[in-house]
């Protein structure tokens, strides 16, 4: 981290402190007799939600296994809210409750009883500390969400003791979320917030005003934050599917309860559905951008039903800086933003100008993506540039890191600029025979000297992927004498197996052969997919390596050949 980005992150660490000892303070004692009170006799209404769990994740729960975010923890006798957690991810998952969407998935009365003894359990060792994981204001909307979606299940043969419980417990969280709502950190967390008030709101019984104005703050959370390309702010693909899956259900309560739906809450899922199709696959899955890790199939197709637009996604969503080339099955999805503003780019990743190319149902070129929370050291590597389609220079990232251990665990490391412009221009080969788009970045010339220029035309035919990167020095001479090597990688699915042929390299996948070609000699080395569900999984990249001073430019392609 340079002198020039050090108060960038001075201002965010101050801005973090204010925020974390605000919320320290509204939890203290006097606050606390706030959230105090009667609680309602029953649910106005229990949501519907499209989320599905599995039912051997709910028999492992039973049997004392619980694994949340990569770690795995056994109880024996007492309980999962006695022992000390193995991390804050694990902790975090764990007080989120989502995986009760596993114990609904089994859909017996074991799992319904299963299930209510562990929400007794947290009732009784975690609900009245008002502080920690467990009340961090992200985690606490995503438990107060998970419970509501899944009441019958919790209270469909309950005593009347836990039912009383239960709705005491529910009334005193909502009333401690909505004092810290505006607490939360920007981006995601707030308008998880906003969504688990404003569910809330529906089915407590509630004055309809009460309704009326948590729907109205969650519509103009959502005009903050969904951008008018239909992309969240944080530049990152699955959040999208994971904001509409908790969106969709308050539309429908909303509509259920004869309530008013705020045009802020219609217009973000009329621009987020084709937003999202824009960011998938022929084969269903999310492109791996800004920390997209493996995407949830059955989500994915609940959302698509609600998804009415009919043709081909937008090449270009502007706002959110993707481009999307689509022709005859073959899809290309590149980043051409800068990296999204500081304080939201926490999970971002240094990808700018990597693309991703698949073919039907076959995946070719991908990035690495994003593990699964809680491991560290795989999330960083996974964000720099290398983990990415593109090119890197002198083996750094084109966005830096703040990168430092005792910030990383209070800021989350977040980037500091690196682009701060990306030049694109859109290109309409000769008889419209191709579609494609050249972009310039700039996140190299600060410290190395060199703008990086790419450019991808898709042959309409869907057969041929062309590609040119450039890299152009620039007056600044500062760090030059460390840019003596630049590599462009294209790292490939695992589904992908390669043979060279000379100097082209063959790609078989799903019954299809496509040959990658280029001008300067490539090898082909060990990658790693992290967006898998089983964990990383091993594959390959093709690498190219150069002297950005004696070669500016490289030119190659993927050509199908059957």
């Given at each position: 981290?340079?002198?020039?980005?050090?108060?960038q992150i001075a201002v965010l660490t101050i801005q973090e402190a204010w925020r974390r000892l605000r919320r320290r303070l509204r939890n203290g004692p006097i606050h606390r007799l706030r959230f105090a009170g009667t609680a309602p006799d029953r649910l106005a209404v229990v949501p519907p939600t499209l989320?599905?769990?599995?039912?051997?994740?709910?028999?492992?729960?039973?049997?004392?296994?619980?694994?949340?975010?990569?770690?795995?923890?056994?109880?024996?006798?007492?309980?999962?809210?006695?022992?000390?957690?193995?991390?804050?991810?694990?902790?975090?998952?764990?007080?989120?409750?989502?995986?009760?969407?596993?114990?609904?998935?089994?859909?017996?009365?074991?799992?319904?009883?299963?299930?209510?003894?562990?929400?007794?359990?947290?009732?009784?060792?975690?609900?009245?500390?008002?502080?920690?994981?467990?009340f961090e204001p992200e985690v606490a909307a995503r438990r107060l969400i998970s419970w509501l979606s899944h009441a019958d299940l919790l209270l469909g043969s309950a005593d009347y003791d836990f039912y009383r419980r239960f709705l005491k417990s529910l009334t005193i969280q909502t009333r401690y979320l909505?004092?810290?709502?505006?607490?939360?950190?920007?981006?995601?967390?707030?308008?998880?917030?906003?969504?688990?008030?404003?569910?809330?709101?529906?089915?407590?019984?509630?004055?309809?005003?009460?309704?009326?104005?948590?729907?109205?703050?969650?519509?103009?959370?959502?005009?903050?934050?969904?951008?008018?390309?239909?992309?969240?702010?944080?530049?990152?693909?699955?959040?999208?599917?994971?904001?509409?899956?908790?969106?969709?259900?308050?539309?429908?309560?909303?509509?259920?309860?004869?309530?008013?739906?705020?045009?802020?809450?219609?217009?973000?899922?009329?621009?987020?559905?084709?937003?999202?199709?824009?960011?998938?696959?022929?084969?269903?899955?999310?492109?791996?951008?800004?920390?997209?890790?493996?995407?949830?199939?059955?989500?994915?197709?609940?959302?698509?039903?609600?998804?009415?637009?009919?043709?081909?996604?937008?090449?270009?969503?502007?706002?959110?800086?993707?481009?999307?080339?689509?022709?005859?099955?073959?899809?290309?999805?590149?980043?051409?933003?800068?990296?999204?503003?500081?304080?939201?780019?926490?999970?971002?990743?240094?990808?700018?100008?990597?693309?991703?190319?698949?073919?039907?149902?076959?995946?070719?070129?991908?990035?690495?993506?994003?593990?699964?929370?809680?491991?560290?050291?795989?999330?960083?590597?996974?964000?720099?540039?290398?983990?990415?389609?593109?090119?890197?220079?002198?083996?750094?990232?084109?966005?830096?890191?703040?990168?430092?251990?005792?910030?990383?665990?209070?800021?989350?490391?977040?980037?500091?600029?690196?682009?701060?412009?990306?030049?694109?221009?859109?290109?309409?080969?000769?008889?419209?025979?191709?579609?494609?788009?050249?972009?310039?970045?700039?996140?190299?010339?600060?410290?190395?000297?060199?703008?990086?220029?790419?450019?991808?035309?898709?042959?309409?035919?869907?057969?041929?992927?062309?590609?040119?990167?450039?890299?152009?020095?620039?007056?600044?001479?500062?760090?030059?004498?460390?840019?003596?090597?630049?590599?462009?990688?294209?790292?490939?699915?695992?589904?992908?197996?390669?043979?060279?042929?000379?100097?082209v390299a063959r790609l078989s996948m799903r019954g299809q052969t496509w040959c990658f070609a280029v001008d300067q000699p490539f090898t082909i080395e060990d990658s790693i997919l992290f967006a898998d569900s089983s964990g990383p999984r091993r594959t390959l990249q093709i690498v190219v390596s150069v002297?950005?001073?004696?070669?500016?430019?490289?030119?190659?392609?993927?050509?199908?050949?059957?």
């Amino acid at each position: 981290m340079s002198l020039a980005d050090k108060p960038q992150i001075a201002v965010l660490t101050i801005q973090e402190a204010w925020r974390r000892l605000r919320r320290r303070l509204r939890n203290g004692p006097i606050h606390r007799l706030r959230f105090a009170g009667t609680a309602p006799d029953r649910l106005a209404v229990v949501p519907p939600t499209l989320f599905q769990g599995d039912s051997f994740v709910a028999e492992a729960i039973y049997g004392g296994r619980f694994l949340l975010a990569g770690r795995l923890v056994e109880v024996g006798r007492g309980s999962i809210f006695q022992v000390l957690p193995p991390s804050l991810e694990f902790a975090a998952e764990l007080h989120g409750f989502s995986w009760l969407s596993h114990h609904a998935a089994a859909a017996d009365a074991l799992a319904a009883q299963n299930a209510r003894a562990l929400v007794s359990d947290w009732l009784r060792f975690s609900a009245h500390r008002l502080g920690g994981a467990a009340f961090e204001p992200e985690v606490a909307a995503r438990r107060l969400i998970s419970w509501l979606s899944h009441a019958d299940l919790l209270l469909g043969s309950a005593d009347y003791d836990f039912y009383r419980r239960f709705l005491k417990s529910l009334t005193i969280q909502t009333r401690y979320l909505r004092s810290i709502a505006q607490e939360a950190p920007v981006g995601m967390p707030r308008l998880t917030v906003r969504m688990a008030l404003a569910l809330v709101a529906l089915c407590l019984p509630a004055p309809t005003n009460r309704i009326r104005v948590a729907a109205q703050q969650l519509a103009d959370e959502l005009d903050r934050q969904i951008l008018p390309d239909g992309g969240h702010v944080s530049r990152n693909p699955a959040a999208l599917a994971t904001i509409l899956g908790d969106l969709l259900p308050i539309r429908e309560t909303l509509l259920g309860q004869g309530q008013p739906v705020p045009k802020g809450i219609y217009s973000a899922i009329d621009r987020m559905l084709p937003a999202l199709r824009f960011f998938r696959h022929a084969d269903g899955t999310l492109a791996l951008f800004n920390g997209t890790g493996c995407s949830d199939m059955q989500l994915m197709a609940a959302l698509m039903r609600f998804d009415e637009t009919l043709g081909e996604p937008l090449s270009n969503a502007r706002h959110s800086g993707y481009h999307r080339l689509s022709t005859s099955g073959t899809v290309v999805i590149a980043d051409t933003g800068c990296p999204p503003p500081v304080g939201l780019s926490r999970n971002a990743h240094a990808g700018t100008l990597a693309f991703e190319l698949s073919s039907v149902t076959a995946r070719i070129v991908v990035n690495c993506g994003s593990p699964q929370p809680g491991q560290v050291a795989l999330k960083r590597l996974s964000r720099s540039t290398a983990a990415h389609s593109t090119v890197t220079i002198g083996d750094r990232s084109s966005s830096r890191f703040a990168g430092q251990p005792h910030l990383d665990r209070f800021l989350g490391s977040p980037l500091v600029p690196g682009p701060t412009n990306v030049q694109l221009d859109e290109i309409v080969g000769e008889g419209d025979r191709t579609t494609g788009f050249e972009a310039t970045h700039d996140g190299y010339d600060r410290d190395l000297g060199y703008l990086h220029t790419r450019r991808l035309e898709l042959e309409n035919d869907g057969w041929t992927l062309s590609g040119l990167d450039r890299l152009t020095p620039t007056r600044r001479p500062r760090g030059r004498e460390e840019a003596r090597e630049a590599a462009l990688r294209f790292h490939l699915h695992p589904q992908v197996s390669v043979e060279t042929i000379g100097d082209v390299a063959r790609l078989s996948m799903r019954g299809q052969t496509w040959c990658f070609a280029v001008d300067q000699p490539f090898t082909i080395e060990d990658s790693i997919l992290f967006a898998d569900s089983s964990g990383p999984r091993r594959t390959l990249q093709i690498v190219v390596s150069v002297d950005p001073g004696l070669t500016p430019e490289i030119r190659w392609s993927f050509e199908r050949v059957s």
